[in-house]
């Protein structure tokens, strides 16, 4: 998680930037997928603001709160994000209909992994429909890329489930 911290009229000490981080530690042990958080800390006529934003999946929350003392309005905003980020977790462990264990795994998934098992090199030669259908069959595969006589132009033949033919057709857009 990146931690962007802002100090606004005021200094931004070790003591503040260690009692945010903590609490920024409590609220990764609820979700694990939380991309940033921005924290901004003010202090205006005696009153200190303090406001967390974060980001988690693809969802952005946002608390603010204020206060006489400044970790008291640290400490109020803070528990308007771990509750918001509670009811985000129950939200989409309910829709996905996962639990929270599987969910750290969900989270560091990138994307389906493609690999390829087979490349295999195909010249492709100048025949008609009714040809490539023909060789298509003859080596038992489910579809065939083939050079259109006439056309001069690349089209693939495959077999439908209802034991028919179909033809894709290259279109310019």
Known sequence: MKVHLVARKMKL????????????????????NIVWAQVIISVEKK?????????????????????????AAIDKAMT????????????????RG????????????VGPQVVFSVIKDVPIKPMNREEAVKEMEKLGYNFWMFMEKDAKQVQ?????????????LPVKR
Not at 54 to 61: D, F, R, V, Y
Request: without cysteine; hydrophobic residues 35%.
């Open 13 to 32: 000490t070790q003591p503040i930037k260690d009692f945010i981080e903590s609490r920024l530690a409590k609220m990764q042990g609820f979700v694990d």
């Open 80 to 95: 308007k994000m771990e509750s918001q980020v509670k009811k985000y977790k129950e939200k989409f462990s309910e829709h």
């Open 156 to 168: 693939v033949v495959f077999k439908r489930l209802d034991s028919t033919y179909g033809l894709l």
């Open 98 to 109: 996962i639990s929270g264990s599987e969910m750290s795994e969900f989270s560091t998934l």
């Open 47 to 71: 009153i200190h603001g303090a406001e967390v934003i974060l980001h988690a999946g693809h969802q952005t929350m946002k608390a603010a709160a204020e206060s006489d003392d400044l970790y």
